[in-house]
């Protein structure tokens, strides 16, 4: 059972990227999704996330309106698309289904001109 992260990358302010969450040993569908961020010097955080009917989407004030979570079914990922990025976005972002993987190695996203 494990996640792994993908699609972070180095971009400047006001880009985007779509991070991916590639899952294997269960079914993201059946389960609650996360995803997280932790900067440096910084506890990690929510940032978003995935009710297992797919219909309840939450997010961090911080990112409300410029990210968006979304689950592949058929691909059993789940990505987190990111516009309008800013540099305090800078940090790892990780992707969890609580209670049953363990955090991942995470993706780093660095926001810079």
């Known amino acids: 059972v494990q996640v792994v992260e993908s699609g972070g990358g180095l971009v400047q302010p006001g880009g985007s990227l779509r991070l991916s969450c590639s899952a294997s040993?269960?079914?993201?569908?059946?389960?609650?999704m996360t995803w997280h961020r932790q900067a440096p010097g910084k506890e990690r955080e929510l940032v978003a996330d995935i009710s297992r009917a797919g219909v309840s989407l939450n997010y961090a004030d911080s990112v409300r309106g410029r990210f968006t979570i979304s689950r592949d079914n058929a691909k059993n990922t789940v990505y987190l698309q990111m516009n309008s990025l800013k540099p305090e976005d800078t940090a790892v972002y990780y992707c969890?289904?609580?209670?049953?993987?363990?955090w991942g190695q995470g993706t780093q996203v660095t926001v810079s001109s």
């Open positions: 040993g269960f079914t993201v569908s059946n389960y609650y």
């Open positions: 969890n289904a609580p209670g049953v993987t363990p």
